[in-house]
């Protein structure tokens, strides 16, 4: 377990949340749709330092992250699910020009990821980091 890596990524994850949530109140909402995702990816990351596994891809995050932690029963396979679904999302906010998205489009992207921050949350606090570590 690398805990400096772990930590790392559980920071970034919570940084993109918050921007996301500024984005969000901003009216920013594609924008905001981008950022959760990377608030997700950071966690899935984080989750995933825990077993020293480093995927550096969005596809590597995904397969590693159903491989070494929905595969074992460690994370229920919804978690998995949003991950996938929220790169879809963010594919659409960056790339698609076309799609509009709305506050309450941003309200409950970012209401997901902060769902799936705090399962990766108790996962980490399950594996022995200590709470104050992950604040």
């Known amino acids: 377990m690398n805990r400096n890596m772990i930590l790392a990524e559980w920071r970034r994850a919570r940084q993109s949340l918050r921007a996301a949530e500024v984005l969000t109140k901003d009216e920013c909402y594609a924008d905001a749709i981008s950022r959760t995702y990377y608030a997700v990816l950071h966690a899935a990351k984080a989750a995933l330092q825990v077993h020293d596994?480093?995927?550096?891809?969005h596809a590597a995050?995904?397969?590693?992250f159903g491989l070494h932690l929905i595969r074992s029963g460690e994370i229920e396979r919804e978690w998995s699910?949003?991950?996938?679904?929220?790169?879809?999302?963010?594919?659409?906010a960056d790339y698609d020009v076309e799609t509009?998205?709305?506050?309450t489009d941003a309200t409950n992207e970012c209401r997901r990821g902060r769902a799936f921050i705090g399962r990766v949350?108790?996962?980490?606090l399950a594996k022995g980091l200590p709470e104050r570590e992950l604040r």
């Open 81 to 92: 699910v949003y991950l996938v679904e929220s790169l879809d999302d963010r594919l659409a």
């Open 121 to 124: 949350r108790r996962y980490l």
């Open 61 to 64: 995050v995904r397969r590693m």
């Open 53 to 57: 596994v480093a995927a550096e891809s």
């Open 100 to 103: 509009n998205f709305s506050k």
